[in-house]
């Protein structure tokens, strides 16, 4: 085992606020790990729009070759990106990423056919849903008001079916009311019809539950008054508990196994040692990260430890999109540590042993740039080094697929080319 000088700056890499070296070993290449990366078509970032069916055939078994290419084997296709299907579904219209029009059948099944190609190619599919998004724009960036916009969405769309269970952000985009039971309803129905018509490993959500930004629902108060909590959080935590505890008892009613995965944000929450006042936030189990970090439990009201406590979850991969070396400087010109990538794997490996969930590790390809730590080639390849100090961390995921693709900044397709050197013969997933 060996330190990790630091890129920029004197010395070695450290834990947060801690003096001890994060140290890692020689890759050893394992005989069964998930290898994967997400294939995200949202706003078509790994996906282009249509212009002829066998060009389009022809694009996703390169895809699939690609990821063949770098010994991967298991590629996770988001086909709910906003309330919308990229395959054949009796419950949400053919999504606008694949054509430009929503509900237009682009003349063949998208996924279908991709599950068909990648399981040729023993590559696993996982299906990765989004459960509330209806736009990913905001309305009024199309000079429209929400009930303009939701009568542009194709006939099929639940949000225009049930225009009163659609709520708006302050940002101006819409989300399906996570409070609503007949969403709740709905969205365990889509899961359940695409694990039931597709051969599919696992139906899968990422870290998009409430949103980023403060909704703007005038009824919420009501509904709060009348769920019996008293914090308007915990009223919010459990509308989302609801609907994971009853993905997962829907699932399970499948004739087969299908997993059920989530990929929250990379901080949970904050150990509260580092608060000097009381906050949700802060928790005596927390990560070990500065205090102003955002993190799911009270950002996006995505209480993943609890899903994993209770099995509702199978895996879980956290989105560890940081560097070893994370620094911010504050308004005072002052420089603190903010959150390291080694302090969170060392969390989420620690708190998945506990709960006996599976754990991958979410890695942020996407995050090279051509300055900082990132312009280091050899961050994520260290991180991958880091994992293998965690006997229970069983395999990765990369965001983005375009990722694998592109031919800039160079630290990425350096980057590349060192994984190929780590991963150098097909395993199996697990």
């Known amino acids: 085992m060996k330190p990790i000088k630091r890129f920029l700056g004197e010395g070695n890499v450290t834990y947060f606020q801690s003096d001890k070296e994060v140290l890692i070993g020689d890759y050893v290449e394992k005989d069964e790990e998930l290898r994967g990366v997400w294939f995200s078509t949202v706003g078509n970032i790994d996906l282009p729009k249509i212009e002829e069916v066998e060009s389009y055939k022809a694009y996703l078994r390169g895809v699939i070759a690609k990821v063949k290419e770098y010994n991967m084997n298991t590629v996770i296709f988001q086909v709910r990106p906003t309330n919308d299907a990229l395959y054949e579904s009796d419950l949400a219209p053919w999504s606008r990423f694949i054509t430009g029009e929503e509900g237009k059948y682009p003349g063949f099944d998208v996924f279908g056919y991709f599950i068909e190609e990648a399981k040729k190619a023993n590559i696993t599919v996982h299906a990765w849903l989004n459960p509330y998004r209806v736009s990913g724009q905001k309305f009024t960036d199309l000079n429209m008001t929400k009930e303009e916009f939701l009568n542009t969405l194709h006939e099929k769309n639940f949000a225009r079916k049930r225009p009163d269970l659609v709520i708006e952000t302050v940002l101006d985009k819409l989300i399906l009311d996570p409070a609503s039971e007949e969403v709740r ?29 403060e909704i703007r629902d005038p009824a919420e108060q009501e509904k709060f008054a009348k769920s019996g909590f008293e914090k308007l959080s915990d009223f919010r935590r459990n509308n989302v508990d609801l609907l994971i505890k009853k993905m997962h008892e829907k699932l399970k009613t499948l004739p087969r196994k299908v997993e059920f995965g989530i990929s929250p944000f990379g901080i949970y929450r904050t150990n509260k040692k580092y608060f000097t006042e009381e906050s949700e936030s802060a928790w005596e189990k927390g990560s070990n990260n500065h205090h102003s970090c955002y993190n799911c439990y009270t950002g996006l009201f995505a209480d993943v430890y609890l899903w994993m406590k209770e099995g509702w979850i199978d895996y879980v991969v956290p989105q560890n999109y940081f560097e070893f070396d994370n620094w ?11 959150v390291k990538y080694a302090d969170l794997a060392k969390w989420w490996a620690e708190i998945s042993k506990e709960t006996n969930t599976k754990l991958y590790m979410g890695q942020g390809l996407y995050r090279y740039s051509d300055e900082g730590n990132w312009s280091n080639s050899e961050e994520i390849i260290n991180q991958l080094k880091y994992n293998q100090n965690y006997d229970n961390i069983s395999g990765v995921i990369f965001f983005t697929y375009r990722d694998l693709v592109k031919d800039a900044p160079a630290s990425l397709v350096e980057a590349r080319e060192k994984l190929k050197k780590l991963w150098t013969r097909e395993v199996k997933e697990i």
């Open 328 to 338: 911010k400087t504050g308004k005072d010109g002052t420089k603190f540590e903010l």
């Open 185 to 213: 309803e709905y969205v365990s129905d889509v899961a359940y019809e695409i694990a039931s018509k597709y051969d599919v490993k696992a139906i899968h959500m990422d870290d998009y539950f409430y949103p980023y930004e």
